[in-house]
């Protein structure tokens, strides 16, 4: 592809979303026509962020239902666009059933989104949110790795329904997208491997998992301390900017590993100390692993042995440098995402401080 159509509407599957709001916003700024595809259009709570923007940026909102689960429901909001997004997928930390929950939303709902795409003769480049998860499950796994590092080349194979199901649905609907861009010519696929998302929310009250864990930091769940786990972590503005760049650089391909620190847990917290640790119960001590293995489970079913054996206690690291060349990433600071990500908690009255 040597130009990419600039003047066709685009389409963002999870119009919604943490990480789609800032990227419509983005659209919506550098004029383009944005097609929300959305579960409840009627839904103010969820799209009224998305009509701010639209009402004074230069671009202009349009809004179709959807639903990942519901074959054929993405072609009226496909019709003409020459770029899809797509980012829905749940990222939810509570589930009862990981198939129904998880697995199946992510996977066959790419598998609906891409043979809508099959079906749409506009469509030249499907832009997809897949994630670290789709390159690994466990932080040991990254000792399995050719370069002892997290690459663009790695994919997740320790997870499965049982075990870090999230990372399994991210990395099962991956390989469908790839596995049906393969299985034909017209449109190229590009694939954002975002690490943790952090930093604020359009709508501060996101049902993103990634909001759960900073709240966590502030509410007192963890004033016990954390455990050292590493993590990579990217600002959600920064991420957005990735999802634009990969959609209009005539020359991205393949996946990309976004994500802006090689850090953890501890030192996400810690960025939080000097400003708030007076007035919110920021952990500060590290808990060692042998406590989290005999208690973590009966404080938290979800932190499970395996899931504190194969993480626990191991940095983590990838490769950002794809990116960096690529789609010429700059990253912002930890620090200033993790303010701004917990100020709006407070802002919003989702933080309140410790009584004295
Ligand atoms: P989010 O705020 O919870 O957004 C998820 C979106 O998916 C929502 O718009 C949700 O719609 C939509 N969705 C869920 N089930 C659906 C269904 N059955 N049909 C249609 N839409 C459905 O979470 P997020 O953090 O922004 O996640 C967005 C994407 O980024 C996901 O693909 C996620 O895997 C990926 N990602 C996130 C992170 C992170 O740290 N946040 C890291 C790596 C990758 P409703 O509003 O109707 O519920």
New binding site residues.
């Given amino acids: 592809m040597s130009t990419l159509d600039t003047t066709s509407p685009v389409m963002v ?9 800032w990227l419509v916003k983005k659209l919506l700024e550098e004029g383009f026509t944005v097609h929300a ?4 259009p009627a ?1 103010k709570n ?1 799209v009224q962020h998305l009509d701010a923007i639209a009402q004074t940026a230069p671009g202009t909102i349009r809004y179709f239902k ?5 074959n054929g429901s993405y072609a009226e909001a496909m019709a003409g666009c020459g770029v899809v997004f ?7 930390v509570e589930f009862s059933d990981p198939q129904t929950e998880l697995v199946d ?2 996977k066959l ?1 790419t598998r609906n989104v891409l043979e809508q795409a099959n079906q749409t003769p506009s469509v030249e480049r499907v832009v997809l ?5 789709a390159i690994y499950g466990d932080n040991v796994d990254q000792e399995q790795t050719p370069e002892g590092v997290f690459t663009e080349e790695v994919w997740n194979t320790s997870s499965n329904l049982q075990h870090n199901p ?1 990372a399994y ?2 990395t099962v609907a991956e390989k469908e997208a790839w596995a049906i861009n393969e299985g034909q010519q017209r449109w190229q696929l590009v694939v954002i ?6 930093g604020p ?1 359009l709508n501060p009250h ?5 909001f759960d864990l900073v709240r966590q930091l502030g509410d007192g769940t963890m004033k016990a301390g954390v455990p050292h786990w590493g993590m990579g972590a990217v600002d ?1 503005r920064d991420l957005a900017e990735a999802h634009f760049r990969a959609a209009f650089n005539p020359d991205a391909k393949g996946r990309h590993i976004v994500s802006a620190h090689n850090t953890s847990f501890q030192a996400m917290a810690a960025t939080l100390l000097d400003t708030y640790g007076n007035s919110y119960p920021l952990p500060r001590r590290t808990l060692p692993k042998w406590l989290l293995w005999l208690v973590g489970p009966l404080a938290n079913k979800a932190f499970t042995r395996p899931l504190i054996a194969r993480n626990v206690g191991y940095d983590w690291t990838a490769d950002n440098r794809k990116s960096l060349r690529d789609l010429d990433m700059q990253y912002r600071s930890l620090s200033e995402s993790m303010h701004d990500m917990f100020q709006q908690l407070i802002d919003s009255g989702q933080l309140k401080p410790a009584k004295k």
């Avoid at 797509?86 to 939810?92: E, G, L, V, W």
């Fill in positions: 599957t999870g119009a919604t979303g943490y990480v789609a709001g595809a959305v579960r409840d839904n969820k959807a639903d990942l689960l519901d797509h980012t829905a997928s749940p990222f939810i939303p992510a709902g949110t897949s994630s670290c998860a999230y649905s991210k491997n975002p690490s943790l998302v952090v929310g996101a049902t993103s998992a990634s959600v």
